[in-house]
T-cell receptor, first 116, second 115 residues
């Protein structure tokens, strides 16, 4: 079965410190990989994606993610966290061959708490 | 990026009544939209895939007669929660993708409270 795992329910980091939110996946083939962020009572906002090419992908708000094929991981990172980064983060995958009609498979979500 | 608009953002209804939630793609056409349900601090549960001009595809365990989906145009899908009960109270989110794009864009979500 295809699945996405975010092993940490919550990540706590001090403002200004680097942050990592982990994601691993178990999906056949070479899926598209995504990170989304959700603020309270809001929909999901797209942060970044990996399609092909450089394993380090840069996205919105200073976030980046590193694709590791051998470890089937796609960890989200940011060199210096801001209090405003505190939110719920979702990793997701989509089958490469499904085009824009394919389902997203989501991880469980990780709450990021950045303390001043 | 593409804009997906969801309306209403919050709704309170009485038990036994029906509620309609709209999902619109504002600047692109979407042959497929998705409807999700999200419980507090939990991941999104895919309810159904909405297909323009045809019947929706429901995920296992989702009652199609209770959660009616209509995708009458390339920019609008609606989710109607029929005969709502308190256990239907939840956060409902829609998404759509632009043709040729890999990422999905999400509506703002609808907080449904059934009293």
């Amino acid at each position: 079965a295809q699945s996405v795992a975010q092993p940490e329910d919550q990540v706590n980091v001090a403002e200004g410190n680097p942050l990592t939110v982990k994601c691993t996946y178990s999906v056949s083939g070479n899926p598209y990989l995504f990170w989304y962020v959700q603020y309270p009572n809001r929909g999901l906002q797209f942060l970044l994606k990996y399609i092909t090419g450089d394993n380090l992908v840069k996205g919105s708000y200073g976030f980046e993610a590193e694709f590791n094929k051998s470890q089937t991981s796609f960890h989200l990172k940011k060199p210096s966290a801001l209090v405003s980064d505190s939110a719920l983060y979702f990793c997701a995958v989509r089958d490469r061959g499904s085009g824009n009609t394919g389902k997203l498979i989501f991880g469980q979500g990780t709450t990021l708490q950045v303390k001043p | 990026g593409a804009v997906v608009s969801q309306h209403p953002s919050r709704v309170i209804c009485k038990s036994g009544t029906s509620v309609k939630i709209e999902c619109r793609s504002l600047d692109f056409q979407a042959t497929t939209m998705f409807w999700y349900r999200q419980f507090p601090k939990k991941s999104l549960m895919l309810m159904a895939t909405s297909n323009e001009g045809s019947k929706a595809t429901y995920e296992q365990g989702v009652e199609k007669d209770k959660f009616l989906i209509n995708h009458a145009s390339l920019t609008l899908s609606t989710l109607t929660v029929t005969s709502a009960h308190p256990e239907d109270s939840s956060f409902y989110i829609c998404s759509a993708s632009r043709q040729g794009a890999s990422e999905a864009f999400f509506g703002q979500g609808t907080r449904l409270t059934v009293v």
